[in-house]
């Protein structure tokens, strides 16, 4: 598949809002309504379940034309040959990452709210950052709060993607693509509503808008 942009929205599925039996469909939603790259995260099924559901979103993806990405788990990456994996900060480092997945994986680096952290991934050669949460999260409530101005300071000083998560919706997601967020990492916004098809449009057209006020 050829490398896309990272830009738009990336959807992010959740074991509790995306379970086994719906998991395809509600993706599949997510990719005809505009989602622009795929995280498989889950932190509790058995491995030959996350094997399963990972293959089959890495079909689904590519379908599509968009990349998936694994949550931390660079052997499930390899195992499926998804297109790359996205690390926190007690996961594998992302040298041996690369070393392991190659050249051409997308590999993303969660740096919360410190910027330090974002440039050293930069030099390490990461393929985006993500800062946050920006706003109250349902997924992780405890997670330290992320300052806007870490995107503004992103569009000047970094030359990778810059993402941004937490408790973000169409209503506050405008402000932080105008900051500077190439990409809105997204779970209950998306996954937790009826329509998930109508919410990710909901989220694209805040790039279409964006991208047509900068020209």
């Given at each position: 598949?050829?490398?896309p942009?990272?830009?738009?929205?990336?959807?992010?599925?959740?074991?509790?809002l995306?379970p086994?039996?719906s998991?395809?469909?509600?993706?599949?939603?997510a990719?005809?309504?505009?989602?622009r790259m795929?995280?498989?995260?889950?932190?509790?099924?058995?491995?030959?379940?996350?094997?399963?559901?990972?293959?089959?979103?890495?079909?689904?993806?590519?379908?599509?034309?968009?990349?998936l990405?694994?949550?931390?788990?660079?052997?499930?990456?390899?195992?499926?040959?998804?297109?790359?994996v996205?690390?926190?900060?007690?996961?594998?480092?992302l040298?041996?990452?690369?070393?392991?997945?190659?050249p051409?994986?997308i590999?993303g680096?969660?740096?919360?709210?410190?910027?330090?952290?974002?440039?050293?991934?930069?030099?390490?050669?990461?393929?985006?950052?993500?800062?946050?949460?920006?706003f109250?999260?349902?997924?992780k409530?405890?997670?330290?709060?992320?300052?806007i101005r870490?995107?503004q300071?992103?569009r000047?000083?970094?030359?990778?993607?810059?993402?941004?998560?937490?408790?973000?919706?169409?209503?506050n997601?405008?402000?932080l693509?105008?900051a500077?967020?190439?990409?809105?990492?997204v779970?209950?916004?998306?996954?937790?509503?009826?329509?998930i098809?109508?919410?990710?449009?909901?989220f694209?057209?805040?790039?279409v808008?964006?991208?047509?006020?900068?020209?």
């Amino acid at each position: 598949m050829k490398r896309p942009e990272l830009r738009g929205l990336y959807a992010i599925t959740d074991s509790q809002l995306t379970p086994p039996e719906s998991m395809l469909v509600q993706v599949k939603n997510a990719l005809d309504g505009g989602a622009r790259m795929i995280q498989y995260r889950d932190k509790g099924s058995d491995s030959p379940l996350r094997r399963s559901q990972a293959a089959d979103l890495v079909r689904l993806c590519h379908l599509a034309g968009v990349p998936l990405i694994i949550n931390d788990d660079v052997d499930l990456a390899l195992t499926v040959a998804a297109d790359g994996v996205h690390l926190g900060r007690d996961d594998p480092q992302l040298k041996s990452c690369r070393e392991r997945l190659g050249p051409k994986a997308i590999i993303g680096v969660s740096c919360y709210n410190d910027f330090d952290r974002a440039l050293q991934a930069q030099h390490d050669g990461a393929d985006y950052i993500a800062f946050g949460r920006f706003f109250v999260s349902n997924t992780k409530p405890n997670a330290v709060q992320a300052d806007i101005r870490l995107l503004q300071r992103a569009r000047r000083e970094l030359n990778i993607p810059a993402v941004a998560i937490g408790g973000i919706t169409p209503e506050n997601g405008a402000a932080l693509v105008a900051a500077g967020a190439d990409m809105l990492a997204v779970i209950h916004a998306l996954f937790g509503q009826p329509d998930i098809h109508e919410a990710c449009q909901h989220f694209a057209r805040l790039f279409v808008v964006t991208g047509e006020s900068s020209t």
